[in-house]
Nanobody, 115 residues
Framework: QGQLVESGGDLVQPGGSLTLSCKAS????????ITWIRQAPGKKREMVAAITTGGTSDYADFVEGRFTVSRDNARNMVYLQMNDLKFEDAAVYYCATVYNGGWIWGQGTQVTVSG
């Protein structure tokens, strides 16, 4: 059974940095694109970044060059490096992909921006 597990969320001050990780089990990530999505309380889910099997990345406009998505196929991991975090970046961050014809998501990791 395919599964995704996110980690790396934390409490940071505005302007701080975090790196989120997404680890896959039960399947190999190099066969699939991965999308990072976030959801803040009371707000809709929004795409943050995505990376294709070939390593091409795409970002939401609000990222404004602050985030970088990358993948390490040897480790079956995808990362989201986030710099210059803002109050509005606070949310639960999820990684998701298509597996066996349907979307699977991790449980999410909480990013809190405060201070």
């Amino acid at each position: 059974q395919g599964q995704l597990v996110e980690s790396g969320g934390d409490l940071v001050q505005p302007g701080g940095s975090l790196t989120l990780s997404c680890k896959a089990s039960g399947f190999t990530l190099d066969d699939t694109a991965i999308t990072w999505i976030r959801q803040a309380p009371g707000k809709k889910r929004e795409m943050v970044a995505a990376i294709t099997t070939g390593g091409t990345s795409d970002y939401a406009d609000f990222v404004e060059g602050r985030f970088t998505v990358s993948r390490d196929n040897a480790r079956n991991m995808v990362y989201l490096q986030m710099n210059d975090l803002k109050f509005e970046d606070a949310a639960v961050y999820y990684c998701a992909t298509v597996y066996n014809g349907g979307w699977i998501w991790g449980q999410g990791t909480q990013v809190t921006v405060s201070g």
